[in-house]
T-cell receptor, first 110, second 115 residues
Framework: LAKTTQPISMDSYEGQEVNITCSHN???????ITWYQQFPSQGPRFIIQ???TKVTNEVASLFIPADRKSSTLSLPRVSLSDTAVYYC???????????FGKGTMLLVSP | SAVISQKPSRDICQRGTSLTIQCQVD?????MFWYRQQPGQSLTLIAT?????????ESGFVIDKFPISRPNLTFSTLTVSNMSPEDSSIYLC????????????FGQGTRLTVV
């Protein structure tokens, strides 16, 4: 599985857009990019997954450049409840086990 | 999607004792996974549990310390044996989507404190 690098932490204020970038320089052709969110005292929760270009759902957008060596999770207009750890994972869509990196601790302040 | 229930949600145990954590899924799944999350750290896979076969353990984890049962397609248990304070962690059960995506579903976790 490709190794990922994310910022350790980020700070934001309510109502702002937050962009968290993940580097995955050795991503393989069959690899997908998946982001998870984890609140304290809870298990991780799937946010979004993509292969290339842009993916958007009701929660977030995922931007993937043409070389796929990085990806950016975009959270529009964050609220206090978006304070969590965000994990970027890269792997073949057929794989079963997940390798979690250190994640990015996002702190949203009033 | 899958709904996962873990029991207990938390426990405080004496060193040298064992604790069995239960994981119940609301649908049949082929593979179940057990993770450990030490305080302030990321998740580490302990083992993969398939119904009807021995669990597959990751490097650094052994069956004697973390025996796993998988009696059917909706249930699994993880036992933390002969506990020491270093075993204090959150233990999480997970199942995969089963489709082509890599969406996984996690239980709430079991917060274990060993004193």
């Amino acid at each position: 599985l490709a190794k990922t690098t994310q910022p350790i932490s980020m700070d934001s204020y309510e109502g702002q857009e937050v962009n968290i970038t993940c580097s995955h320089n050795n991503i393989a052709t069959n690899d997908y990019i998946t982001w998870y969110q984890q609140f304290p005292s809870q298990g991780p929760r799937f946010i979004i997954q993509g292969y290339k270009t842009k993916v958007t759902n009701e929660v977030a957008s995922l931007f993937i450049p043409a070389d796929r060596k990085s990806s950016t999770l975009s959270l529009p207009r964050v609220s206090l409840s978006d304070t969590a750890v965000y994990y970027c994972l890269v792997g073949d869509a057929g794989y079963s086990t997940l390798t979690f990196g250190k994640g990015t601790m996002l702190l949203v302040s009033p | 999607s899958a709904v996962i229930s873990q029991k207990p949600s938390r426990d405080i145990c004496q060193r040298g004792t064992s604790l069995t954590i239960q994981c119940q899924v609301d649908s049949q799944v082929t593979m179940m996974f057990w993770y450990r999350q030490q305080p302030g750290q990321s998740l580490t896979l302990i083992a993969t549990a398939n119904q009807g076969s021995e669990a597959t353990y990751e490097s650094g984890f052994v069956i004697d310390k973390f025996p796993i049962s998988r009696p059917n397609l909706t249930f699994s248990t993880l036992t933390v044996s002969n506990m020491s304070p270093e075993d204090s962690s959150i233990y999480l059960c997970s199942v995969e989507d089963g489709g082509r995506s890599t969406e996984a579903f996690f239980g709430q976790g079991t917060r274990l404190t060993v004193v």
